[in-house]
């Protein structure tokens, strides 16, 4: 790398900003304990961080897998509710070193792998971060693919300017693509911000994202009468194994969506304002959580009721709107979610 960066590409080469401790390879200022001036998270902002991680579409695909195994709301609220509350014990643990230390993930991995050995669980984590981009692009895309098709109705009829030789044959496919290289865009930018100055997105998202989300449960909520089949129908298992294995199957499912994040949690740990600021996360991961999971829950069982099959993917769902209004602001509050999921996690 050092071969590539020095002769043939130079501007890649990141300036080097010199830390406080050690040498430039073991410390630099994103590597320093955070200055006391830039401690700025209280425990309203970290409500607000969960919020912005909670509230996005990739809960809403997560309980569609607990569900698939052939539970109903009974069943999958409480073992969304106990997963999240597994994961916001290790989560909270984590953020209490970097609350403590004021140190990122890459600095205390050290302490368990050595300062070689802890390339690895930083590169690991950095890939599992590019996977997770790539797959929200994808669907905060299709959002943003909603919205303009709600504004200009003939966006539904983008030609495929694909040659027939690449096999797709999706009449869409081009307008999605323009679609996803446009949020890209911009959430590239948006993750150029500094973490310090991340909670007033988080904050945005927290006063903007709930009210949608509530809107999308009590419309679903109106047009069932109750709820629909996936929450007064009864359970009836899909898998050949038991109840309790089951159970313990979604139990694993829901503690897979933030396990990336319990490892990382120093990351914005370290910018608390004391010690006790991140304990907040102890109850906002399940109560936020348990309360989103039940969104995509009832919207999919009013989707099922209403055009006959359950679909889980939200902007599938948005299109099948017929009110423009409803499926404009309905993606741009869905587009805001999935930016602030996508940076809280990534």
Same mark, same amino acid.
């Given at each position: 790398m050092t071969l590539i960066s020095r002769k043939r590409l130079p501007s890649l080469r990141v300036p080097y900003k010199p830390g406080a401790y050690g @040498?430039?390879?073991?410390s630099n200022k994103d590597l320093d304990p955070v200055p006391v001036e830039l401690r700025t998270w209280g425990g309203l902002d970290y409500w607000a961080y969960w919020c912005s991680d909670m509230l996005a579409p990739p809960l809403a695909a997560t309980? /569609? @897998?607990v569900m698939s195994l052939g539970f109903t709301a009974r069943e999958t609220i409480p073992i969304v509710f106990f997963g999240f509350m597994i994961c916001s014990v290790v989560v909270t643990l984590t953020g209490k070193m970097g609350a403590t230390y004021h140190v990122a993930y890459p600095v205390l991995v050290r302490s368990t792998f050595g300062m070689i050995g802890s390339y690895p669980a930083i590169v690991i984590r950095a890939f599992v971060a590019m996977m997770w981009t790539a797959i929200l692009c994808?669907?905060?895309g299709a959002f943003l693919q909603n919205c303009i098709e709600a504004i200009w109705p003939s966006f539904k009829?983008?030609?495929?300017? &694909?040659?027939? /030789?690449a096999g797709i044959d999706c009449k869409s496919f081009s307008a999605g693509l323009l679609c996803f290289f446009l949020y890209w865009i911009i959430q590239t930018i948006l993750s150029l911000m500094p973490i310090q100055k991340l909670r007033l997105l988080f904050l945005?998202?927290?006063i903007i994202v709930p009210p949608t989300f509530l809107a999308l449960f009590l419309w679903a909520v109106i047009v069932t009468h109750g709820g629909g089949p996936l929450v007064t129908g009864k359970y009836v298992l899909t898998t050949p194994m038991n109840t309790a294995y089951s159970a313990l199957t979604g139990l694993n499912v829901m503690i897979g969506l933030f396990s990336s994040m319990a490892v990382n949690m120093p990351d914005f740990g370290r910018f608390s304002k004391n010690n006790l600021a991140g304990g907040h996360q102890y109850f906002a &991961?399940?109560?936020i959580g348990t309360l989103g999971a039940l969104t995509p829950i009832f919207v999919t069982s009013a989707h099922s009721q209403l055009w006959g099959e359950f679909e889980w993917y939200m902007p599938a769902v948005i299109a099948k709107f017929d009110n423009r209004a409803a499926k404009f602001f309905t993606g741009a509050s869905f587009i805001l979610a999935t930016i602030g999921n996508q940076i809280a996690a990534g």
């Open positions: @040498t430039a390879r073991w309980v /569609s @897998t994808v669907q905060a009829r983008f030609p495929n300017h &694909l040659p027939e /030789s945005a998202k927290a &991961l399940p109560v």
